[in-house]
T-cell receptor, first 114, second 114 residues
Framework: GAGVSQSPSNKVTEKGKDVELRCDPI?????LYWYRQSLGQGLEFLIY????????KSGLPSDRFSAERTGGSVSTLTIQRTQQEDSAVYLC????????????FGPGTRLLVL | KQEVTQIPAALSVPEGENLVLNCSFT??????LQWFRQDPGKGLTSLLL?????REQTSGRLNASLDKSSGRSTLYIAASQPGDSATYLC?????????????FGAGTRLAVHP
């Protein structure tokens, strides 16, 4: 089947605007992760969803960031009042569940805040 | 706090060489370790996943080893090819780092020239 897909692939926005990034995980994968890859910062964890459990939001950098996962499948990461330091590649990954399974990553959304 | 370090940061080799990429982690209480490849402008491709109870995994020309007690993993690439040129990332899932997320190293940027 298809891999993890993300949209848009690129997004340019003005400082202060809100943006929404979408992730479609692999069908049947119950675990979904968001990571951010900033220039010079490496990959950092943002948020994790597992089934119907409460998400692990411990990696979200500020309250301007939020994410939801509807129906246990598609996830949306929302950044409100974007700042220039939010510019990064936002990567989504999914896995069958948690623990032993491999995480499969999408191609990412490249966000540029002007 | 779990920290992951990769050495070298960059590597340039002629085609055909066997090479070793190194990954070290500060907390040996890991659940598993995963090696990824990232091509420029692309997402991550999973190469090998080693569970904490395993010592190595092999896939084609790739072999990854894990020495949990010393906090080290190596990725061995045999008979390197120009198509192997990419950034290689090591990531661990550990209890101290947060069970639900991968902690990534900064990567080794590999260039294999003909």
């Amino acid at each position: 089947g298809a891999g993890v897909s993300q949209s848009p692939s690129n997004k340019v926005t003005e400082k202060g605007k809100d943006v929404e990034l979408r992730c479609d995980p692999i069908s049947g994968h119950t675990a979904l992760y968001w990571y951010r890859q900033s220039l010079g910062q490496g990959l950092e964890f943002l948020i994790y969803f597992q089934g119907n459990s409460a998400p692990d939001k411990s990696g979200l950098p500020s309250d301007r960031f939020s994410a939801e996962r509807t129906g246990g499948s598609v996830s949306t990461l929302t950044i409100q009042r974007t700042q220039q330091e939010d510019s990064a590649v936002y990567l989504c990954a999914s896995s069958l569940s948690t623990g032993k399974e491999t995480q499969y990553f999408g191609p990412g959304t490249r966000l540029l805040v002007l | 706090k779990q920290e992951v370090t990769q050495i070298p940061a960059a590597l340039s080799v002629p085609e055909g060489e066997n090479l070793v990429l190194n990954c070290s982690f500060t907390d040996s209480a890991i659940y598993n370790l995963q090696w990824f490849r990232q091509d420029p402008g692309k997402g991550l491709t999973s190469l090998l996943l080693i569970q904490s109870s395993q010592r190595e995994q092999t896939s084609g020309r790739l072999n990854a080893s894990l020495d949990k007690s010393s906090g080290r993993s190596t990725l061995y690439i045999a008979a390197s090819q120009p198509g192997d040129s990419a950034t290689y990332l090591c990531a661990v899932r550990s209890f101290s780092g947060g069970y639900n997320k991968l902690i990534f190293g900064a990567g080794t940027r590999l260039a294999v020239h003909p």
